[in-house]
Nanobody
């Protein structure tokens, strides 16, 4: 059994910053990819950023240059530093980790960007 606990969401003004964290615990072997997705009301869930076990990263075009994904393998934790936030970044953010052939999702954390 794998558990993911997310934290760091909240309300922020446009131009502000937030840092999301997602810590994994339980029956963890080797975590391959770790990533962040988001889902806005009425929209499909989309991939925001992803990082492999070797540190290679991928970012959606909409967040390039503003968001940074990182991971701490010793803590089984993935982070998403979000800067220059825009109202269109408002969504529920979910972390996802891949262990062997299985994917595990966090419970989601709300990020609201509004003045």
């Amino acid at each position: 059994q794998v558990q993911l606990v997310e934290s760091g969401g909240g309300l922020v003004q446009p131009g502000g910053s937030l840092r999301l964290s997602c810590a994994a615990s339980g029956s963890i072997a080797t975590i391959n990819r770790m990533g962040w997705y988001r889902q806005a009301p009425g929209k499909e869930r989309e991939l925001v950023a992803r990082i492999t076990s070797s540190g290679s990263t991928y970012y959606a075009d909409s967040v390039k240059g503003r968001f940074t994904i990182s991971r701490d393998n010793a803590k089984n934790t993935v982070y998403l530093q979000m800067n220059s936030l825009k109202p269109e970044d408002t969504a529920v953010y979910y972390c996802k980790i891949d262990i062997l052939a299985s994917g595990y999702w966090g419970q989601g954390t709300q990020v609201t960007v509004s003045s």
